[in-house]
């Protein structure tokens, strides 16, 4: 894990700097259909844009230009099968750092093959993510491999957090954020500039209510561990980490306002932002416009949805969409 002491909004600001030339400025645009039906502006930060599909790309860019070059030459290894692992492996790819990605015997072998396609070394084992974890630990020893963790790590999180910075300037009139909510690397990231240039921007955290692990860990105090259950919201599974260092308490202490949606609020706003607003993005970059949409958050005057990924499976938008059409 790189660096002990915590993100602040100046680390948001030198990696906004840093990031510039591996990110995507995304755009922002207004959702037509949410601004008329509930009469407020309803904008869309469109993070799905980003190479690879995801906000993801900039936590990682920072994480790794951020790293001493012989450490980044030596390589890096992470756990994640999903945007996480494609982001690190987009920079590693792009900074000439090996990257290694363990998995369990459970990932379904369109993932595999998509990872392989970046060029990253695989290594499959283990009947689960916790084993897969424990063999990229003990690569970190074995191979003098580092670590890239999806969302406890400051550089991390201040890498997330330069989107805030893009929304401030595009959107100066915003008084609401609606953020996904897992892990907290994001939506931390996030509050950390907002709070420290706008405070007055309330910031809403959006839990899905099938994976609602920080959520409930805010509320006991210390992290708690759920069963995992599947989830349109898939970007949104897993835990937060028995010993989370960083992020349980950014959430508590920098968040206003936490909502859980439905599965069934999820497939809604999916379909709702693919026929309104005409954008294919997974179930996790939908929680913002599902909070909305059901009425589980009050708009602001000008409200940002992190709309955060687009890497949804193809059939499961395209059954989502058919079985819209026959509930009407
Ligand atoms: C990782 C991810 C999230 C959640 O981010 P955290 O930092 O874990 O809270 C939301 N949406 C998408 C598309 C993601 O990949």
Redesign the pocket.
């Known amino acids: 894990m790189s660096g002990a002491r915590p993100p602040t909004h100046d680390d948001v600001l030198a990696a906004s700097v840093r990031v510039a030339g591996m990110v995507q400025r995304t755009p922002v645009v207004l959702a037509e259909g949410a601004t008329r039906g509930l009469g407020a502006e309803v904008h869309l930060k469109l993070?799905?844009l980003q190479p690879t599909?995801?906000?993801?790309v900039r936590?990682a860019a920072n994480r790794l230009l951020l790293m001493p070059e012989e450490e980044r030459r030596r390589g890096v290894v992470t756990v994640?099968t999903?945007?996480?692992g494609r982001?690190v492996a987009y920079v590693a790819g792009r900074l000439g750092a090996p990257v290694t990605v363990c998995l369990s015997e459970l990932v379904p072998s369109n993932k595999v093959a998509a990872l392989r396609a970046t060029g990253a070394e695989l290594i499959i084992g283990g009947a689960g993510q916790d084993e897969a974890e424990e063999r990229a630990t003990e690569l970190t020893r074995e191979r003098g491999l580092t670590l890239v963790h999806?969302?406890d790590d400051p550089h991390?999180?201040a890498g997330?957090g330069t989107l805030a910075l893009e929304l401030l300037e595009q959107l100066p009139d915003m008084d609401t954020v609606l953020?996904?909510?897992?892990?907290?690397?994001?939506?931390?990231?996030v509050a950390l500039a907002l709070k420290a240039l706008r405070p007055s921007v309330r910031v809403v955290?959006v839990s899905a209510a099938a994976t609602p692990v920080?959520l409930r860990s805010v509320v006991a105090g210390r992290p708690v561990a759920l069963p995992e259950v599947p989830t349109l919201?898939d970007?949104?599974g897993?835990g937060?980490g028995l010993h989370n260092r960083y992020?349980l308490k950014l959430v508590t202490e920098l968040v206003d306002e936490h909502v859980e949606v439905s599965e069934r609020d999820i497939g809604r706003a999916m379909v709702e932002l693919f026929v309104d607003e005409r954008l294919v993005?997974?179930g996790?970059?939908a929680?913002g416009m599902a909070a909305l949409a059901s009425g589980r958050v009050e708009p602001g005057r000008s409200t940002a949805v992190?709309v955060?990924?687009?890497?949804v499976d193809v059939m499961t938008l395209i059954q989502l969409v058919g079985g819209a059409g026959e509930e009407s």
């Open positions: 993070e799905s599909g995801s906000f993801k936590g994640s999903g945007n996480h982001a999806p969302f991390v999180i997330q953020v996904p909510l897992s892990g907290g690397g994001l939506v931390s990231g955290a920080m919201a970007s949104l897993g937060i992020t993005v997974e996790a970059s929680v992190i955060s990924g687009r890497n």
